[in-house]
C-alpha cells in the first residue's frame, strides 16, 4: 500500500517575485498533472498547505504562493537550492476536452489567475485545438497583477483585459500611472465581445467575486452547464478522507476543486456554503 | 454482502457458557493488541487474566470502537534535518488486533468508516484494521437513547464478522462468519434451528423496545427537501458547538493534520487528530475567511452527511443509531427527535 502521507523532498530551482506578496517557486521536477489540479505543499519544521499548481506538465512545477499563513509565510522566507516536500497531485483538472474546438471565456480574479496559467499555456501550445478564448482578470491594485511580463505574451494569441477593482479616494496616489480599465472584473464582460455559441467559462477567484460574476453569466444568458469554478478549502489530507473541504457531501479536494456550476446547484446546501454560487 | 448470511456459509456452534473463556483466551494469545467490551468502553487487555472482564450481553459502551482503528491521536511521520538536508521517518506500524464483544451498532458504524477510508488507501487505517478480528456479541437489553432498529438493529445479517456470540441462556451460540472465525471453534457441538429461534425471539423483544422506524425513502426524501427547514435555526440556538458528538459517534471520520515541531525547528512530527466540524474554525481557509461561520450551517451539516450525503455517495446512512450523540450532549439534542420532525 503505497503511503500517500509521505511527502516526496524536492528542491527550489527558482523563485520569481511578483507582487509584493505573492511569489513563484519552481521546483526541480516534473509532475504529471492536469491543469486545475494542486499539490500540498509542505515547508519542513512548519507544516503543509494545499497550492493549486500554476506550472504547464510539460515544464517544471510551479506553485504560485501569497504569504497569508504560517506555512506561506515560511515559504516565502525560503531561498533558491531550499528543500520542501510535495504531495499530490490531487484532484480533478479543468475540464479541456470539452473545451476543444470551442470558444473559452475565463474569468479570474486575485490569486485566482494561478490554477488557469496551465490552460493558458495548454491553449498556446496547441492554439488551433481552441476557438476564441477571452481572458478577464481583475486585481486589487496594479502592483497586485500576477504574471505581468507573461500577460503581455499572452496577448499574442488570445484577448486579454485586466482591471483593478481599486476605487478608494486615494487612488492616483495608490495607482499613479494606471491607464487601464477600473472596477470589478464582471465590469469588463460589458466591454467585450463575448460570443454566447459554444462557449464555455472557467472561473476562478474570492468566493465573492465568483458569486457575481456567475450570477452575471447566468443573466447574460450563459448556461450553468457551461460553466466551471475552482472551489477554495483548506485540503487538509487531498485524498478524501479528512473531511475538512467536505460541501454538500462532496470531497473538493478529490471530486473538485473543478466543479460544473449545474451540478453545484443541485447540491443540499445552502449558497453560501457552496461559496456563494447564485 | 451475499443473498446467503455468513453464518449460514460457515455454520454455527453451541458453546457451554463455563467454557467461553477458554475460547477468549484462544484469541488472546493469536492478535497482538486485544480489545474487549467491558461494558463502558472498549478497553485494551494487557494480560490474560483481564479477559474476565469482557462483557458478551452488554449493551453497547459509552465510546464506540472507532479510536482502535482511527486514533485519536495518530502520529503519521517524523523529520529531522541532517547537514541540510531532511530525513523522513514513516510510523507506520501494521498491527493484528481482534476486538471482544463488539456490538451490532460498532460493527455497522466501522463498515461505514471503513467507507471513508477506502476513498483513498490510508495506510495507517488500514494497516490496523485489515485481518482485524472482530467477535460480535448480540445486545441482551437496549438503552433508553437506542435507536439501531432504523439502521439494521441487532440482527448481523449485513455484517462482517468472524465470530457473533449470543446469549441464549444456558450456551452461546456462535455465529462463524470467516474462515479465520473457523479455526477457533473446531470440534463444537453444531447449533441447531431451535437455537437460532432463541436468538431471534431475543432480538425481536429487544428491538421492540426502541421508538419508530422510518423507511430509507422516507428519510431520504425529507433530507432532500429541508435545507432551509426551521429545525436548523432551533437546533443552531440550543448547539453549544462542543464537538463532543463527533467523537463519540461511530461513523464520524474528519480529522486535521497538523505539525508538532521541536523549538530549535530542527524535528517534527506530522500529526493527525481527530476533529469536529461543529468547531468555529472547521471551514476556515486562508485569510481567515470561514465557509462555515455560522452554527446553523455545521449543525445541519453535520447531520446531513449522516443521512443524506452518505446515502448520496454510499447508498446507505452513515448513522447505525447507537444514540451516543445523544448521551453526551450537553444540550440534549436527540437525532431521533430531529428524523421524526423531518419525516413525520
Redesign the interface.
Known sequence: ???????E?AKIVRIVEETPDTKTFIFDRKVDSLPGQFMELMV??????PISISSHPSENLALTV?A??NV?NALHRLKEGD?V?LRGPFGKGWPLEKVKGKNLLIITGGIGLAPLRPVIKEVEKNRDEFGKVILLYGARTPELILYKKELGEWMKFIDVKVTVDFTEENFEEVCPAWRGDVGVVTTLLDKTEIPMEDNYAFVCG??IMMKFTIKDLIARGFSPTRIYLSL???M??G??????C????H?VC?DGPVFNVSTLLTW???P??I?GVI | MPEDSLSKRYGAKILPKEEVINLLQKIYDSYDEIYANTGERYEKIECRDDLGKVKLRNPRPYTSAKKIFFLPTQE??G?R?SNG??E?E?Y?EKKRIAILGMCACDVRGLQRLDL??K??????Y??RRNNSFIVGSTCLNSLESCFCNNFGGLSNEDLQYDLWITDIGRYYLIEVGSEEGMKFVEGLEDASAEHFNAKERIIREIEAEMGPVYSKEKIVRA??LK??DILWRELKERCLACGKCNFVCPSC???????D?SLD??E?K?I?KW?S?HLWT??????R?N??E?LE?RVR?RI??KF???Y??YGVFQCVGCGRCYDVCSADIDLREVLRRLVE
Not at chain 1, 239 to 244: A, I, S, T
Not at chain 2, 119 to 124: A, G, I, Q
Not at chain 2, 253 to 259: K, P, Q, V
Not at chain 2, 282 to 287: H, I, L
Open positions: 500500500m503505497k503511503n500517500s502521507y509521505i511527502p523532498k519542513f519544521g512548519y507544516g503543509e498547505a501569497r497569508t499563513g506561506t528543500i516536500g474570492p468566493p477554495e478549502r483548506h487538509k489530507c485524498m478524501g478522507v479528512c473531511g475538512r467536505q460541501v454538500g457531501g470531497f478529490k443540499k446546501e445552502t453560501e456554503e461559496e | 503519521l511521520f523529520y534535518k538536508d531532511w523522513i514513516d507506520l471513508y477510508f476513498e483513498c488507501e490510508d495506510p495507517y488500514w494497516e433530507f432532500s435545507t432551509g471520520h474528519c480529522f486535521t493534520i497538523y505539525d515541531i525547528g530542527n517534527g506530522r493527525r476533529d466540524c472547521f471551514a476556515v481557509v486562508a485569510g475567511h465557509f462555515r455560522d450551517s451539516y446531513y452527511d443524506y450525503y452518505p448520496e455517495r
